[in-house]
């Protein structure tokens, strides 16, 4: 029997209706992205407006304060007091801020993001920076309000929101080993892929079999078409609630490997949602723990499992049977076109070697942003000369695919970067793990039985949701915390070791 | 300048709030229908049942009563006076049952309608009369509530939900006098029909030539893809917003008739609720006028224009576009395919001709039920009398496709069916007023011009929206109230003077 806790009952209740509200923004917003024609734009931005407007005030009610307080004097089970302090979490982030702040962002990063949508087309940087300067100093202001209140430093604050716990002087020690032997490795992948003849895929690729492949794929990684979706949109991205998670990929004619890897990429975000635990659904315990965690998922499965020879050899009949066979299916130079590394300007484009040295450059840029040491003039040259030092690539003069290629600035959405090379590093972290637990395990992905990847991944990762913090949760995964060597041994196993 | 109406404002700054929820439930009822997987069901209801307890909460505000009071003293524009009948009609709609009748209706719908999907295959009246009888008995609670509210006849209080204004008198009297005629003019018509030979179209059909086909008519129609959308579902209706209409048809192989006319129905409705006007998006005063008025719309489309030979015209090149050619798609062949006549036990499949049969019978049925004056258990006799009167059916024993037909009964949605035979003739006095003003007419439908009829409707319907009471709604439009004669002078002008 559950002691008797009615305030904790009220405050759950409470998250019960912000998760319904919740999931009609979500579907609304898949829907914007995958199937709004282009005249309800502005209906469905009031819409959308006025359900946030509803749920602020639902998540900055004057009785919350009062209500947390008297729940964590209650008898709670050890998973209630999970949810509850993640719905203490919920109330901090929503209340921190003062709502003339907020909106003034809104305003701030919408004009600044409209403006750079033409912007990063024109090369033009000195119009940017009129844009995004504001942007700038209200994320400063954010930053040192937050920093008040909680004493943490103010880019950490930042970054908290997206990766609980994580603090710079973590990352800075993370990505500062990185970066010692990241070029190295870089230069000696590269010249050994170039003694490695691999024949390019030849197109076109007709979008309705790239279409059918694609479901084949997010079929045979275990996703629930019961319970989601795969469809197109301009952005890719993972969207809708855990019982219909919504996917989306965009098609081109000419190639059909950046379609397919997109989708496996959302499609390690979309069983982390199918997954996350049914009976709490709706309270925040059951939240998905972080965006480190959720990048640890989506390239566990692009990156660890894409780039396993095992990919190419299931992925190789499936071609053949989409397309017209041809020489570039075959899976060894299946596999060698899925773990091609090339520098490039491109963040998004990068593979997961030449990817941290775009993230790092990122960190070491906007956190001196944030802490006020440098200003928004001196982000060019510092891109060029990082640009130089980390990937041996001249960048002057070209800001669109420089500083303006990202749309994260131009939306404040300072701290977020770090997350994408965490989350590579604590895959390489579970895959580590799973091969610790299971010795066959990369005999058995080459057989095409994956079910161990995706067995692990549930039991220690999906089903935890936010039941841990991260460390607790890395810890119980797998005996230790972040620990960025994994990532280290990963690539040179993969590219340095491995039959080429 | 307006004069200041500080409560008026008010008001219409809660009829927007209102609008934007409804936005939000609009797109996912549709993406309900169209995209939805199955899984996604139980969470989907919760949050629709979340965002309708809002809105009722909102519709009901203990407030508004007299806030409606001191605005109707305030000095308005005749536009917000329209505007505020229209909100003291929705106030007095929400405000009309207790909270408690509500649910109990809404419990005992889903169980009648659920069992009914099921039980109409198996053919179980007496299964069927189970779940049927609560929810009769709480319709006639509702409505002798309503009564005593309002001092209309019970069944005229739920005829009003859809149809303001409308009483069993005026469908007496019109539904009377077609009641004398359309059997001998049924007959007329399937004798001279069966001398006319007409050449079945020869499929199988692909879907994906339907589609292209029906979004090539539905251009033609004038429907606004940059405002809405044609997608596929189960039940075809049209939704969404009127900055964004949602439509949906449904396609089979064999036969392509029944998706397109679908899609040209829905159509109708579509261009309704895209040129509702802009200035008023949000406020009652711009919503479609009533429920006949909008099928009005959509048999316009179908029916008046859809029947017409310049449709048969027009469509026949599109065929040979999208199939290969045949015999059947010659204009005088497809234009009697088009109008072809016949007697069946479905109401859904019927033709413009036999339509009123099947809603005059289920209106003699659903009024005395309503009154009290039958009981559930009377209905399959009474059906078999009507059917064998009105259209020459013998349906004793076949409950599946007599009373079990419809899912408005199982749904409580009496006083509806009156609606899609009023709108019928609403639609053929809305041609015989265009006939008047624009003697060319025919000619012009014949050549493929649609634009006077559009145009006219815009001007005399779209734009009204709920500007007016339907009666001088129709008065202003074609200078007469509701008129069945021009619905009878339509079908004997069409089915019997009209060249074969």
Chains 1, 2 share one sequence.
């Not at 629930?224 to 991205?237: E, I, K, N, V």
């Not at 060698?336 to 963040?347: D, K």
């Not at 005996?479 to 993969?494: D, Q, S």
């Amino acid at each position: 029997m559950h002691p008797a806790t009615p305030t904790y009952d009220d405050l759950a209740a409470h998250c019960t209706r912000l998760h319904n509200f919740q999931h009609l923004a979500s579907i609304a917003w898949w829907d914007q992205a995958a199937n709004m024609p282009p005249k309800g734009n502005e209906a469905r931005a009031a819409a959308l407006a006025e359900l946030a407007a509803l749920m602020h005030r639902l998540r900055t009610d004057a009785t919350l304060a009062e209500r947390l307080a008297r729940a964590e004097q209650e008898p709670l089970t050890d998973h209630q007091r999970a949810n509850l302090r993640e719905i203490r979490r919920d109330w901090r982030l929503a209340n921190a801020l003062p709502t003339e702040l907020v909106q003034r962002r809104q305003l701030a990063t919408s004009r600044c993001e409209h403006a750079w949508r033409s912007l990063r087309p024109a090369n033009d940087w000195a119009g940017f920076l009129t844009h995004w300067k504001p942007v700038l100093a209200i994320a400063r202001e954010e930053a040192a309000l937050l920093s008040q209140q909680s004493g943490l430093a103010p880019y950490d604050c930042l970054m908290d929101r997206y990766e609980p716990g994580m603090t710079s002087a973590t990352v800075d020690r993370v990505f500062g080993a990185v970066r010692q032997w990241l070029p190295g490795l870089i230069q000696r992948v590269v010249e050994r892929q170039s003694g490695q003849p691999v024949i390019e895929a030849r197109g076109p690729f007709a979008v309705e079999a790239q279409r059918a492949l694609c479901q084949q794929v997010v079929r045979r990684l275990g996703f629930d078409f019961q319970a989601g979706r795969l469809d197109a949109s301009t952005h890719p991205f993972s969207g809708g609630v855990p019982e219909d998670v919504r996917m989306t990929t965009r098609y081109r004619a000419d190639q059909f490997l950046p379609a397919l890897m997109g989708t496996v990429h959302e499609t390690g975000h979309g069983r982390y949602e199918q997954n996350r635990p049914r009976e709490w659904l709706g309270q925040p315990v059951s939240e998905a723990r972080s965006m480190a965690l959720h990048e640890s998922q989506s390239l566990a499965f692009e990156m660890q499992l894409g780039g396993h020879p095992g990919f190419a050899r299931a992925l190789s009949p499936l071609l053949a049977e989409q397309f017209e066979n041809q020489p570039a299916f075959e899976p060894g130079n299946l596999h060698r076109l899925l773990t091609r590394v090339q520098r490039g300007l491109i963040r998004v484009d990068a593979d997961e070697v030449t990817y941290p040295a775009h993230v790092i450059l990122r960190y070491e840029i906007e956190r001196p942003l944030i802490e006020g040491l440098i200003e928004a003039e001196d982000v060019p040259a510092l891109w060029d000369a990082k640009m130089q030092e980390l990937l041996g690539l001249d960048t002057r003069g070209n800001f669109r695919d420089g500083p303006l290629q990202d749309v994260h600035w131009p939306e404040a959405l300072f701290g977020y970067f770090p997350c994408y090379s965490l989350g590579a590093m604590y895959a390489a972290q579970w895959f580590a793990a799973m091969r610790r637990a299971m010795p066959d395990l990369d005999a058995r992905i080459e057989a095409g039985d994956w079910d161990p990847v995706f067995d692990w991944l549930r039991d220690n990762i999906w089903a935890q949701a936010s039941r841990w913090t991260t460390d607790e949760l890395a810890l119980r995964a797998s005996g230790e915390v972040l620990n960025p060597e994994h990532f280290k041994a990963h690539l040179e196993t993969r590219y340095l070791a491995e039959r080429g």
